[in-house]
């Protein structure tokens, strides 16, 4: 059972040019989220998905994009990246029970923007 | 503004001392209160979460105590181990709304000397 998985882990990228993280669950989740780790500010969650088709902003959704493709995909996409946007992201799913909502994490991507 | 308020920062604790961790919130909607625990490299896991209807919960070593007047709530580590040397993140969110999104304190990074 491989939970959520991110690809890339480790990208370097110069200042202006795009790239997309992508993510895929196979725990049959609904609900899907991009988050950003960084030093001193705990998780911010960018973007997040309720459901196939929709997206919606979170705290800090200014320069990136996301696409929910399917039930189990989801990426996120840097258009022009910004030193700023060094960071670890983390995509992450999750189910919603009696006893409240559980999220699931993948293991991270560390982008650095030069 | 942020919903939830973690401290301290940082916590060392030296091998078989009591970690304590605590986390305050504002918003009185707010029904559901996990903790995650992450390793460096990895994304966070959920450790053990809580509901306002009790006062306390433990699972091993592990004991989150709840106050619901006061809307605070803290994790306590009972004779700490060095494997116990991770991030922790305190958390809440409101069930059965749109998303159930969670909001994340800032993170408490514990180290346990042997």
């Known amino acids: 059972n491989a939970g959520v998985t991110q690809t890339p882990k480790f990208q370097v990228l110069k200042t202006g040019q795009s790239m997309t993280l992508q993510c895929a669950q196979d725990?049959?989740?609904?609900?899907m989220y991009w988050y950003r780790q960084d030093p001193g500010m705990g998780l911010r969650l960018i973007y997040y998905s309720a459901s196939e088709g929709t997206t919606d902003k979170g705290e800090v959704p200014n320069g990136y994009n996301v696409s929910r493709l399917n039930k189990r995909e989801f990426s996120l996409r840097l258009e022009s990246a910004a030193p700023s946007q060094t960071s670890v992201y983390f995509c992450?799913?999750?189910?919603?029970?009696?006893?409240?909502?559980?999220?699931?994490f993948g293991e991270g991507s560390w982008l650095t923007v030069v | 503004q942020q919903q939830v308020k973690q401290s301290p920062q940082s916590l060392i604790v030296q091998k078989g001392g009591i970690s304590i961790i605590n986390c305050a919130y504002e918003?009185?909607?707010?029904?559901?209160f996990p903790w995650y625990q992450q390793f460096p490299g990895k994304g966070p896991a959920l450790l053990i979460a809580i509901r306002p209807d009790v006062s306390e919960k433990k699972e091993g070593r592990f004991t989150i105590s709840f106050n619901k007047s006061a809307k605070q709530f803290s994790l306590h580590i009972m004779d700490s181990q060095p494997g116990d040397s991770a991030t922790y993140f305190c958390a809440a969110s409101r069930r059965g709304s749109t998303l159930g999104r969670l909001y994340f304190g800032r993170g408490t990074q514990l180290t346990v000397w042997p």
């Open positions: 918003n009185t909607a707010f029904d559901y």
């Open positions: 992450a799913s999750s189910f919603e029970d009696r006893a409240g909502n559980t999220i699931y």
């Open positions: 725990m049959n989740h609904n609900s």
